[in-house]
């Protein structure tokens, strides 16, 4: 190498504001779409990881104080029609429906058992669009989001090309700055990406098990109450 074309080339600034600065427009709002996708995943993530860890604390709370063996109409009097808690709206949709198939005379309306159930199904099925909203979003960003980078790289590539061919020159101060901002741009998605899948897949699993305590939670206070309508 030409000690002229190293001392230009160790005189590039090669910090990432530098590399920014330096890059195209297109490949500057690739960049920004990147780092928007970045933000808005970690938010995604840090707001889920606290939604879930209140839902399995207020789960738990709740189981202890279902199999405590006070009476279900006490509990659902304590609690109220419009309770904060998943669990506690799930219990809470039962009840109403087990109140309402009541009779003036006390006899019960027929149906009641399956009214019951689809109530339940209801509040589950809304509790399960709560807590997974968001997800599709970490889903999308972790497909994409190297696709993007990668034509934010092949862009800029390209454009370093042209610079090339327009100077004639291929010593290293021309061509290093134009490929090194164009692999930010890489670089940039695989930051998106990466915590984008694996926290999808983890809150994914996290969400599939809350989900499945509220199922089995419906299906045992069901059962109880298909006790009740028997006797």
């Known amino acids: 190498m030409e000690p002229q074309a190293l001392a230009m080339a160790q005189e590039i600034d090669f910090s990432l504001l530098a590399l920014f600065a330096r890059a195209t427009l297109t490949v500057k709002l690739v960049m920004l779409l990147l780092m928007v996708a970045s933000f808005w995943s970690w938010s995604i993530i840090v707001q ?3 939604a879930y860890r209140s839902a399995r604390r ?19 009097d304590q609690i109220g029609a419009e309770p904060s808690g998943r669990a506690q709206k799930i219990f809470a949709s039962g009840m109403i429906e087990w109140r309402r198939s009541h009779r003036a005379d006390g006899g019960l309306i027929a149906g009641a058992q399956a009214r019951i159930d689809r109530s339940m199904d209801v509040a589950i099925q809304k509790e399960t669009e709560a807590l997974q909203k968001g997800l599709p979003v970490l889903a999308t960003v972790g497909s994409t989001a190297p696709f993007v980078g990668l034509f934010g790289t092949v862009w800029g590539i390209m454009h370093a090309f042209i610079e090339i061919a327009q100077q004639q020159n291929t010593n290293l101060a021309v ?18 990406a990466i915590p984008a899948v694996v926290f999808y897949n983890k809150l994914s699993a996290d969400s599939d098990r809350i989900i499945g305590g509220y199922e089995a939670f419906a299906d045992e206070f069901s059962t109880i109450l298909s006790r009740q309508l028997d006797s």
């Open 58 to 76: 207020e789960a738990h709370v709740f189981d202890k104080a279902f199999w405590s063996g006070e009476p279900l109409d006490d509990l659902f």
């Open 175 to 192: 061509v290093a700055p134009g490929i090194a901002e164009a692999l930010l741009a890489t670089g940039l998605g695989l930051l998106a």
């Open 48 to 50: 889920k990881l606290i």
